[in-house]
């Protein structure tokens, strides 16, 4: 590398870095951040909560001994952050908090570690909940949200688990007997060595932890082995001794995703709502088809609102007989593709016409997707239903990073309340 400058570069008269000067600066994290900054919005937006149910968890107080706690609006307000940023790692969170102003501005001084922001995510997926239904409810009651119609989709996400991990019951079995010795030896070793060294028994105790939470996930995984391979086999003779479960996730099921092949995934579940685009309702199974998916969800919308829509807008998926008999019953109308319309026309049958087996809801369903205004409103189920799918998508959500169904919902409804959050604000909804 060429060191000598030349006299033309000597002579210009041109203003150079200096990283080694000391300086005294005085300024506050407020002055950083810019005044229409959106952490500002879900700064306020969190401290409008009620937040009694994060706050019940934190048990020392200024009468009680131990150390102090992280308030829980800045965990909250942090994950909302990242989530609308795409960030879904609490490791990621964390460098974040240390090195981004928006972040170091909403955290205001107090640290934060990975594993307590990870925890936090994980450990209040009910608290998580009763802010989304609080919120939409809300909304309901001003009439702002009219919940006149509503649209369901799902989505596929991959798990966390791997296509290697999923195991017949007898290499199940057999990881369960060597997973109990395993865990058997780790706690004569512990016993045998007591506590000679410091660092020794928190490395044992480390490595004793582990072999318990795999014993666990593998008891879980020969579980549901059993209740999933009786129910293939009520459905196909002989399919039960093929069913294979996750060690490292057994909620997770080999699902066809959207680009042709199987994975290990689950099924979230948004309900929307057709004027606001509003998600009202978000579920997470592990059922491979949206089939039985339709009642269910219409019963929690009716559960948490008080109101029963008018109309729900489906892809033919769900309309199933007992799906669509189920929810007609309660008044509402199922708007969907008829199934089977091209078969029944091959054999010189009208799909819109009563055949065998239907029950009146289901005939009445029928006749009514041949009117030309129950068509028109069905060609709005896209824009309504799959938006919020595109929206997570764009914001990282393509595989969980966490195990199991609890802990997956709980990071959906981050996504949720992040989303929920942002169509707020485009509609004016809130005013800080």
Not at 117 to 133: P, T, Y
Not at 217 to 238: C, M
Not at 332 to 343: G, I, L
Request: aromatic fraction near 6%.
């Amino acid at each position: 590398m060429n060191t000598k400058k030349s006299p033309i570069v000597k002579q210009a008269r041109v203003s150079r870095p200096e990283r080694r000067q000391v300086e005294m600066q005085f300024f506050a994290l407020d002055q950083l951040l810019e005044a229409d900054h959106r952490a500002r919005m879900i700064w306020a937006y969190v401290e409008s909560l009620d937040l009694e149910p994060f706050y019940a968890k934190i048990r020392v107080s200024d009468s009680q001994s131990g150390r102090t706690a992280i308030a829980p609006e800045v965990l909250l307000a942090l994950w909302l952050l990242a989530t609308t940023d795409g960030c879904g790692s609490a490791r990621e969170l964390a460098r974040l908090t240390q090195e981004h102003i928006a972040y170091r501005w909403m955290c205001g001084g107090v640290s934060v570690n990975y594993h307590t922001l990870s925890d936090f995510r994980v450990q209040n997926g009910q608290a998580l909940e009763k802010i989304l239904i609080d919120s939409v409810a809300a909304l309901v009651n001003q009439e702002l949200i009219p919940l006149e119609t509503i649209a369901q989709d799902g989505m596929r996400v991959r798990a966390n688990a791997g296509k290697s991990s999923f195991r017949r019951k007898p290499t199940l079995e057999e990881l369960q007997k060597q997973a109990q010795e395993h865990l058997e030896k780790l706690k004569l070793e512990s016993e045998s060595e007591g506590e000679r060294n410091e660092g020794n028994a928190r490395r044992k105790a480390a490595q004793q932890r582990a072999a318990e939470d795999r014993a666990k996930r593998i008891e879980e995984a020969l579980k549901q082995h059993t209740e999933l391979s009786e129910r293939r086999e009520n459905r196909v003779k002989g399919s039960g001794d093929e069913t294979r479960i996750s060690t490292t996730d057994p909620d997770a099921r080999n699902m066809k995703m959207a680009n042709g092949g199987f994975s290990p995934a689950l099924n979230v579940q948004f309900a929307t709502d057709a004027d606001t685009r509003i998600i009202v309702a978000m579920q997470v199974t592990n059922e491979g088809t949206d089939g039985g998916q339709l009642e269910p969800m219409q019963q929690e919308v009716v559960e948490n609102y008080g109101k029963t829509p008018g109309h729900v807008l489906v892809d033919s998926a769900y309309a199933t007989k007992e799906g669509v008999t189920a929810v007609e019953k309660t008044g509402c109308k199922v708007v969907s593709t008829v199934p089977r319309t091209e078969q029944l026309a091959k054999h010189g049958k009208n799909a819109h016409e009563r055949q065998k087996g239907d029950t009146d809801e289901y005939a009445n369903f029928r006749e009514r997707m041949q009117d030309e205004y129950y068509q028109a409103m069905y060609k709005q189920r896209p824009s309504i239903a799959e938006y919020p799918n595109a929206v997570c998508r764009n914001r990282g959500l393509q595989q969980f990073n966490v195990r199991g169904m609890v802990k997956a919902k709980a990071v959906m409804l981050l996504h949720v309340l992040a989303y929920n959050l942002t169509r707020m604000m485009n509609l004016q909804f809130l005013a800080f």
